[in-house]
């Protein structure tokens, strides 16, 4: 994610999940930075859109690197 000026706010995914349902994923230690970041931009755009922090609802497990593939057994 960037800021109106190009700069970085935070290293996140975003997935479509439905027509007008998405899921973000960002660093568990920018949790609250990136729901700051939303809440304000909600605000300012006055948009309808609700964002919710799920982060205890959820958990994530990267695996990349040369060896991930032969990991997951593909």
């Known amino acids: 994610m960037q800021h109106q000026k190009g ?3 935070t290293d996140c ?4 999940l439905g027509e007008k349902k998405f899921f973000m994923v960002a660093p568990t230690i920018q ?11 909600q605000a300012i ?4 859109v609700h964002v919710q922090d799920v982060t205890g609802a959820y958990t994530a497990l990267d695996l990349i ?7 997951m057994g593909t």
Request: aromatic letters at 14%.
């Open 7 to 9: 700069g970085y706010v």
């Open 13 to 16: 995914t975003l997935s479509r």
């Open 31 to 41: 949790q609250e930075r990136v729901l700051v970041w939303m809440k304000k931009w």
């Open 45 to 48: 755009l006055k948009s309808r």
């Open 65 to 71: 690197g040369p060896s991930s593939r032969y990991l």
